[in-house]
């Protein structure tokens, strides 16, 4: 973690929540207590700041320094708000293609797909303020610096983004194995918007309920799955082959 990217010590990390600044994610030591934790929690919650709890030996390794309990990382990058983003390329007149992303958790292969979205030509990636990966080193070294080029909305719920764009007239198409239907049988040229689940356990069941359409890659090998940065290109791609 680069040292101008991150906060150490919780009153440090309390005032810059209070202050808005883009915090992406902070860890908090498991078994770390008392009135100015919990504090610092109630930030967090209060603004739904993404935390995760790591043993002590982790934050030693990412600071030498007094940290009490708790590291912060700033996001290098500033989010937008999805309104703003829906409204701007709905009303730029072009045919919009936005990224879904269900609590993807790994921050390389968060790079990996931002880095292919800026090829696709993608107008936004959406992901979970909680549970998803941060945007640090590993993912702005990954997406070699497309980080910069995407927009990337931070929202609270993705079921609430999902609803929304669906208001705007935008389809939204889930990719599961869940499904009969081959990505290749969907029209992409149309607006859409793509949703890629986690490394773990794919898409929330609660999520694949709300969406427009369900697809998936033939896959013919004895492994069932593509890592999810791999299956989210063929699916962007299948998109670009469709609108050329």
């Known amino acids: ?9 919780i009153r440090a990390i309390i005032e ?9 994610k902070v860890f908090v030591q498991s078994d770390t207590q008392g009135d100015l934790m919990q504090e ?14 790591v043993p002590v030996e982790k934050l030693n390794r990412l600071t030498p320094s007094n940290h009490q309990g708790a590291v ?15 409204d701007s390329v709905v009303e730029s007149g072009k045919v919009p293609l936005f990224l879904i992303l ?12 931002i880095r292919t979205a800026e090829c696709t030509g993608v ?13 640090n080193g590993d993912t702005v070294k990954t997406s070699a610096g497309a980080v910069f080029n995407v927009p990337i909305c931070k929202v609270d719920h993705i079921k609430d983004a999902i609803f929304y764009l669906q208001g705007s007239g935008i389809k939204t198409v889930a990719a599961t194995e869940k499904t009969d ?3 290749y049988d969907i029209e992409l040229n149309q607006p859409i918007a793509l949703i890629m689940g986690s490394e773990d356990r794919g898409i929330n069941p609660s ?25 989210c290109g063929a699916f962007l791609y299948e998109a670009v082959r469709q609108r050329s």
């Not at 610092?40 to 709890?53: I, P």
């Not at 708000?81 to 829906?86: G, Q």
């Open 40 to 53: 610092l929690m109630k930030a967090m919650k209060k603004n739904s700041v993404n935390f995760s709890y």
């Open 16 to 24: 810059a929540i209070n202050a808005g600044k883009e915090i992406d």
């Open 181 to 183: 239907q081959n990505i």
């Open 123 to 135: 107008d936004g990636i959406i992901v979970q303020k909680t549970g998803s990966a941060p945007v």
């Open 72 to 86: 912060a990382t700033i996001a290098p990058i500033t989010f937008v708000k999805l309104e703003t983003l829906v």
């Open 207 to 231: 999520v694949l309920k709300i969406v427009d359409e369900k697809a998936k890659l033939p896959m013919f090998g004895t492994i069932g799955s593509l890592n999810v940065s791999v299956a």
């Open 102 to 113: 269900d609590q993807l958790s790994d921050a390389r292969n968060f790079g990996a797909i």
């Open 1 to 9: 973690m680069e040292k101008e990217n991150q906060i150490f010590g």
